[in-house]
């Protein structure tokens, strides 16, 4: 879609419609993320847009993004992520519905880190974990490490395997889960594959304990 379809009058508060901002999130690095009331597993989403593109006269900034692109473990939300934003820059935010009505704007030619009112700002919740399995070791090749939060529902689930060591060239493995919630707790269960019996390093610790203490 070309981002000058998207020339329409600006919209000061959020469209009660799906598409609807329920949350916007400036992360540091030049990282801002949406949340959108928009299911990404629904059909009508399937066609949907969000578009970022910088006002200067070459839009040097411009990303593209779909439902597949959603990084949140909610259910019914559509979390997007766009990196890379120069803070020099202004900003227009456009989504296009697709099938189920015209494009609208969220926010036009607004400066960095001023797309609302009232911005979240918050660092990255991550969490990193290191384990003294040697990732070099063929008999670790099939490890997997789960982090999942302990709600009814359990809305959260990230599964990383030796590959996704982020300390290459040592005898350790260390994982790095993303996007976790502050409200949730979690436990973290190792599955060593292989017919081996998977077990739990911790169970049932809040976001609050993980973030003092290491495993």
Same mark, same amino acid.
């Given at each position: 879609?070309?981002?000058?379809?998207?020339?329409?009058?600006? @919209?000061? @508060?959020?469209?009660? $419609?799906?598409?609807?901002?329920?949350?916007?999130? %400036?992360?540091?690095?030049?990282?801002?993320?949406?949340?959108?009331?928009?299911?990404?597993?629904?059909?009508?989403?399937?066609? =949907?847009?969000?578009?970022?593109?910088?006002?200067?006269?070459?839009? @040097?900034?411009?990303?593209? $993004?779909?439902?597949?692109?959603?990084?949140?473990?909610?259910?019914? &939300? &559509? $979390?997007?992520?766009?990196?890379?934003?120069?803070?020099?820059?202004?900003?227009?935010?456009? %989504?296009?519905?697709?099938?189920?009505?015209?494009?609208?704007?969220?926010?036009?030619?607004?400066?960095?880190?001023?797309? !609302?009112?009232?911005?979240? @700002?918050?660092?990255?919740?991550?969490? $990193? %974990?290191?384990? +003294?399995?040697?990732?070099?070791?063929?008999?670790?090749?099939?490890?997997?490490?789960?982090?999942? /939060?302990?709600?009814?529902?359990?809305?959260? +689930?990230?599964?990383? &395997?030796?590959? =996704? =060591?982020? &300390?290459?060239?040592?005898?350790?493995?260390?994982?790095?889960?993303?996007?976790?919630?502050? =409200?949730? !707790?979690? /436990?973290?269960?190792?599955?060593?594959?292989?017919?081996?019996?998977?077990?739990? %390093?911790?169970?049932?610790?809040?976001?609050?304990?993980?973030?003092?203490? /290491?495993?």
């Amino acid at each position: 879609m070309n981002k000058l379809s998207i020339k329409l009058p600006l @919209t000061e @508060t959020i469209p009660a $419609k799906p598409g609807d901002v329920l949350n916007i999130i %400036v992360r540091s690095q030049g990282t801002l993320e949406v949340v959108f009331a928009i299911d990404p597993e629904s059909a009508e989403s399937q066609d =949907d847009k969000f578009i970022l593109y910088s006002t200067d006269d070459e839009n @040097t900034y411009y990303q593209e $993004k779909t439902p597949l692109d959603n990084i949140s473990n909610g259910k019914g &939300t &559509t $979390k997007i992520r766009f990196n890379g934003l120069p803070k020099e820059l202004n900003y227009s935010l456009g %989504v296009d519905p697709g099938k189920e009505g015209d494009p609208y704007l969220i926010f036009e030619n607004k400066p960095y880190g001023s797309w !609302c009112e009232n911005p979240v @700002t918050e660092m990255t919740t991550e969490f $990193k %974990v290191k384990f +003294h399995i040697d990732p070099n070791k063929g008999e670790n090749a099939n490890n997997r490490f789960i982090l999942f /939060s302990t709600d009814t529902a359990k809305s959260y +689930h990230q599964e990383k &395997t030796i590959k =996704d =060591d982020v &300390t290459a060239g040592d005898d350790v493995t260390e994982i790095v889960f993303s996007d976790l919630n502050r =409200d949730l !707790c979690y /436990s973290l269960q190792v599955d060593p594959g292989d017919k081996r019996k998977p077990y739990l %390093v911790f169970e049932n610790r809040t976001y609050a304990d993980l973030s003092k203490k /290491s495993v």
